[in-house]
């Protein structure tokens, strides 16, 4: 099991005499980071690189912490998490995904830890679970990315991709592997002018599938396919950095997940844990969010430039509870559409 060590100067100061209340406050050691230390093992779906720039900028903060990262899509990072609970001790101290719907479930099976971080009364309340199980860290849409050099024009519905024009021209991820589809199948089946027909006519419309929303960007910006689903944030990230694709928010309106973050029950660094969800709640945590391309949760922080803001999106909605009791049962349904499992 993973042990916390305190800080030299921490050692230092309570050779001095000084309290563990007083090295916390760093009222004695005139440091903020004493008694956050150790080894922190952190699971999430964010891209490498966005994991990686989180995980640098919580260092230079908390030098004296270590964190191992374990990076997949949400449906194998949650596998790996349900393998580790079989084996008897879940290794993950932080755990950072796609939508609420996996957290609600992992709330159920009592795997989170209730923390509510101060930094939480700057988000909206909708986005932080009222026991403070979880809470949301970003605002991810999920949209139509176009190549504009196969497109003669630019779509504004979802129905771009079930019209005869786009036939063999589409892709999406697969909710098997990402948790954002997985959200994105269970509402969009639950709107009135969408449904389970919208998915069947994506299959009649030999709409393409592959693992995650990397894939789809890559097939869109190559220009292997024309349209696809996707996050907002890769689309955007991707103009800017010079592909030939634009982000189209469709007029019906778009799911949004809010890639929310939890302790895990059995952390044995918690006060760790806890600062590590403080500083990605923390005005700092969400300009970092905002430097790297996604739309920040926090209260008065902009949207990077190409990303709307939730105020200027139509929200496609769905209860959470209903989409948690029924996502296995979407997922088979899709395979049975599309013969994927």
Do not use: H
């Not at 589809?181 to 419309?205: P, S």
């Not at 895990?264 to 990605?280: G, R, S, W």
């Amino acid at each position: 099991m993973r042990k916390l060590f305190l800080s030299a100067a921490a050692l230092a100061a309570v050779s001095a005499g000084c309290s563990q209340e007083d090295l916390q406050s760093g009222e004695a050691s005139g440091e903020e980071t004493a008694g956050v230390s150790g080894t922190l093992s952190f699971y999430t779906s964010q891209p490498d690189e966005d994991a990686q720039a989180l995980v640098t900028a919580f260092q230079e903060q908390y030098p004296e912490v270590e964190v191992e990262t374990f990076r997949s899509g949400t449906e194998e990072v949650i596998s790996k998490l349900q393998a580790e609970r079989q084996a008897g001790e879940v290794q993950a101290d932080v755990l950072l995904v796609a939508d609420a719907v996996t957290f609600e479930s992992l709330k159920e099976e009592k795997l989170l830890m209730n923390y509510t971080s101060p930094e939480a009364e700057k988000i909206p309340e909708a986005f932080v679970d009222p026991d403070g199980a979880y809470t949301g860290t970003k605002v991810m849409a999920t949209a139509l990315v176009v190549n504009t050099k196969a497109a003669k024009s630019m779509p504004d519905s979802w129905k771009a991709l079930t019209n005869e024009a786009s036939k063999g021209a589409g892709i999406m991820p697969s909710p098997f592997y990402s948790g954002a589809a997985a959200y994105n199948l269970g509402v969009i089946t639950r709107q009135e002018e969408l449904g389970w027909d919208f998915y069947k006519e994506l299959k009649a419309n030999e709409m393409g599938i592959t693992k995650g929303n990397g894939g789809v960007l890559e097939a869109v910006a190559s220009g292997e396919k024309t349209y696809g689903m996707v996050v907002d944030f890769v689309a955007a990230r991707a103009k800017q950095e010079g592909s030939p694709v634009e982000l189209v928010y469709p007029k019906e309106g778009v799911p949004v997940i809010t890639e929310p973050v939890g302790i895990m029950e059995n952390t044995d660094n918690a006060e760790t844990a806890k600062a590590f969800v403080d500083f990605i709640l923390s005005e700092e945590g969400q300009k970092l969010a905002a430097e790297i391309g996604y739309t920040p949760i926090r209260e008065g922080i902009a949207a990077p430039e190409g990303l709307k803001t939730l105020d200027e999106m139509a929200i496609l909605e769905a209860d959470t509870s209903e989409l948690l009791k029924t996502r296995e049962e979407d997922k088979q349904l899709f395979g049975d559409i599309f013969g994927q499992q």
